[in-house]
């Protein structure tokens, strides 16, 4: 809350001010003249955090006592340290009409700390397993505890162990804290199948025994009766490790082998010695005795319109599939886990130009591999999804691009897409400006300066309004767009330094797109806004294989300097020029004819071929 500062005298002797009379005569409201914006009052377990504000420009700063420095946007950032428990940040603005205060609330959580060696004493929310876990023979099983250091452990689990040693890991390895025990037991063949509870014996130095046992239970799977599910999300995402990235994306109703589960994941097994996990919202377990899926592929046909062309692999069942792209050379590659080609029998189209060849081979029993090789220097996307027990790979084809300069995006659709809006409004900038605002601004510039260039385009929003991401690439793709760019602008982290951070990068996550990255990257980068990076990340609108999808971020307006620019007579317009001279250039050596090949001398570089440009 905002406070009027009547007092001559702020800071005791530190720092006197003189307060004149008057105090909201000249009707601007106490929101502009001092509005912090970051943080609000919260939880933030840091040590440090940044903050970020406005004031009227030529007022004076401080914050905690620090005099601060205002750009002339009127802007302030730094950073200031938390104390564990309540801190109470105060920020005070001095402008002509007076001083105001606003004092920001941040809960830093008090860490915690290690437990002295007597008495004996255990912390019971860090026993672990906390939640039930799932395993089955041969699996390997963690436990832990928190507990008075110096101790001796051990720990049970009916048919499983009998006390079991336990080790006090060295103070460096958690948390940096003594007193963390930790146990292994691998899960051996057992005869009862019942949910078991990990009991541990304590002894702590003063001699004292502690007997306490897990919340979570040991699952135990039976080896004679796999356990069987079926995926039940629109896509369902399996990674290669808990913590891990998104290795595969899975269509609905694909039925998958159930090893395990821990911190709410179900481990399947795609294959004889591949494990992936998998949510288990994502997973709906099927009755036991259901088989695991094993499929037989017969005939790989296909078929084409003039956008796709479609291979169609006819199997038993369905089973999971995983997709490879390869840009050189250009091909793309599916893996079919627990599938084998029974017998060979691939028609390709009758007079296609994007598939060059195909190959299939068996490396094990259990996974078939078709590897697709295509004659596009430029992929332009795929999809997957299965039709009854046909899987349908749809490939698209190249469009028809022109080659008039003045229209060199004809034949293209394109959706732009101006990040956020309506209730979510992304970041705000230090004085304020909220990024939804800035990205719809920009995004139509964008749209209609790639129009002029000839391109179809497509809005995911021309309003204020709120759209999740599915709704977002829905549009792209309803339109049959071949490009989907997503404009925004970043920030920074509660605890990153606010004057770091700077300028442009683009996102990209899918191959087929590196190329659109790079060309924008570059444009931006040209206009003289600093190098962040074109970086690979699998954002749920990136990660969209159907077309090339590019997420922007133009500029960090959580630093001062970059916000100055966005509030800038005619920058937002330089940056969208910039934005549609990148897709320009990706699409320039596409559409053009094939430049002649340069002769080139050992050792020297070919000259660029200006004429093409
Ligand atoms: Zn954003």
């Known amino acids: 809350m905002i406070k009027h500062i009547f007092k001559t005298s702020l800071f005791a002797s530190a720092l006197v001010i003189s307060v004149p009379p008057v105090t909201a005569q000249a009707g601007i409201p106490d929101s502009l003249r001092l509005n912090v914006v970051f943080p609000s009052d919260d939880t933030l377990n840091f040590e440090r955090i940044r903050f970020a504000g406005s004031v009227l420009p030529g007022s004076k700063v401080?914050?905690?006592?620090?005099?601060?420095?205002?750009?002339?946007?009127?802007?302030?950032?730094?950073?200031?340290?938390?104390?564990?428990?309540?801190?109470?940040?105060v920020f005070i603005g001095l402008d002509s009409i007076g001083a105001l205060s606003d004092t920001i609330r941040?809960?830093?959580?008090?860490?915690?700390?290690?437990?002295?060696?007597?008495?004996?004493?255990?912390?019971?929310?860090?026993?672990?397993?906390?939640?039930?876990?799932?395993?089955?023979?041969?699996?390997?099983?963690?436990?832990?505890?928190?507990?008075?250091?110096?101790?001796?452990?051990?720990?049970?689990?009916?048919?499983?162990?009998?006390?079991?040693?336990?080790?006090?890991?060295?103070?460096?390895?958690?948390?940096?804290?003594?007193?963390?025990?930790?146990?292994?037991?691998?899960?051996?063949?057992?005869?009862?199948?019942?949910?078991?509870?990990?009991?541990?014996?304590f002894r702590g130095k003063d001699g004292q025994v502690l007997n306490?046992?897990?919340?979570?239970?040991?699952?135990?799977?039976?080896?004679?009766?796999?356990?069987?599910?079926?995926?039940?999300?629109?896509?369902?995402?399996?990674?290669?490790k808990p913590e891990g990235e998104i290795w595969i994306e899975l269509p609905p109703d694909i039925r998958l082998q159930v090893i395990g589960e821990r911190k709410g994941l179900k481990i399947v097994r795609l294959a004889e010695n591949i494990t992936g996990y998998i949510s288990v919202k994502s997973i709906l377990m099927l009755p036991p005795g259901t088989p695991i899926p094993q499929a037989a592929v017969g005939n790989i046909s296909?078929?084409?319109?003039?956008?796709?062309?479609?291979?169609?692999?006819?199997?038993?069942?369905?089973?999971?599939?995983?997709?490879?792209?390869?840009?050189?050379?250009?091909?793309?590659?599916?893996?079919?886990?627990?599938?084998?080609?029974?017998?060979?029998?691939?028609?390709?189209?009758?007079?296609?130009k994007t598939i060059r060849s195909m190959q299939w081979w068996q490396p094990s029993s259990d996974f078939f591999v078709l590897r697709i090789d295509l004659n596009q220097t430029q992929q332009w996307g795929y999809k997957v999804r299965y039709v009854g027990n046909q899987l349908w790979f749809s490939i698209r084809k190249n469009p028809v691009l022109s080659n008039i300069p003045n229209f060199l995006l004809y034949g293209l659709t394109i959706t732009v897409d101006a990040g956020h809006g309506g209730e979510s409004e992304g970041a705000t900038s230090p004085t304020g400006l909220l990024e939804k605002n800035l990205n719809l601004t920009y995004a139509n510039m964008v749209a209609d300066l790639l129009e002029r260039a000839g391109a179809h385009v497509v809005r995911t929003r021309t309003q204020d309004t709120t759209l999740t991401l599915q709704d977002r690439v829905k549009i792209s793709e309803d339109a049959g767009s071949h490009i989907f760019l997503s404009l925004h602008h970043n920030s920074i982290v509660p605890t990153s330094d606010p004057l770091r951070p700077r300028g442009s990068s683009t996102f990209f996550a899918v191959p087929h797109s590196e190329a659109l990255a790079k060309t924008l990257y570059d444009r931006l980068v040209g206009i003289g806004l600093n190098p962040f990076g074109r970086i690979i990340s699998n954002y749920y609108v990136t990660r969209q294989t159907s077309m090339i999808s590019i997420?922007?971020?133009?500029?960090?307006?959580?630093?001062?300097?970059?916000?100055?620019?966005?509030?800038?007579?005619?920058?937002?317009?330089?940056?969208?020029?910039?934005?549609?001279?990148?897709?320009?250039?990706?699409?320039?050596?596409?559409?053009s004819p094939a430049p002649p090949i340069l002769e080139t001398k050992i050792g020297l570089p070919a000259e660029p071929d200006t004429t093409q440009n």
């Open 212 to 240: 306490f046992e897990s919340n979570g239970k040991i699952n135990l799977f039976s080896p004679f009766i796999p356990a069987v599910g079926v995926t039940c999300d629109t896509t369902n995402i399996v990674q290669l």
């Open 62 to 89: 401080w914050v905690q006592g620090q005099d601060t420095f205002v750009y002339p946007t009127g802007a302030f950032v730094g950073m200031v340290d938390l104390a564990p428990g309540m801190n109470e940040i």
């Open 302 to 352: 296909t078929i084409e319109d003039d956008e796709w062309v479609q291979v169609c692999v006819n199997l038993s069942e369905r089973v999971p599939v995983k997709v490879n792209q390869f840009l050189a050379p250009s091909g793309l590659e599916l893996v079919f886990f627990r599938a084998q080609m029974v017998r060979p029998w691939i028609v390709y189209p009758a007079n296609d």
């Open 551 to 591: 997420l922007v971020e133009a500029t960090f307006m959580s630093h001062p300097e970059d916000e100055r620019l966005l509030l800038s007579e005619g920058f937002l317009f330089d940056l969208a020029l910039a934005t549609v001279e990148g897709v320009k250039d990706f699409v320039r050596p596409l559409a």
């Open 106 to 201: 941040v809960l830093r959580e008090p860490p915690l700390v290690a437990f002295p060696s007597v008495p004996t004493v255990v912390n019971h929310r860090l026993v672990s397993p906390a939640d039930d876990v799932y395993l089955s023979a041969g699996d390997v099983l963690e436990v832990e505890f928190f507990g008075s250091p110096g101790g001796v452990a051990t720990f049970s689990i009916d048919d499983i162990s009998k006390n079991m040693r336990m080790v006090e890991l060295p103070k460096r390895v958690r948390n940096g804290l003594n007193g963390w025990y930790k146990g292994t037991v691998m899960i051996p063949p057992v005869e009862d199948y019942k949910p078991k509870p990990v009991h541990f014996r």
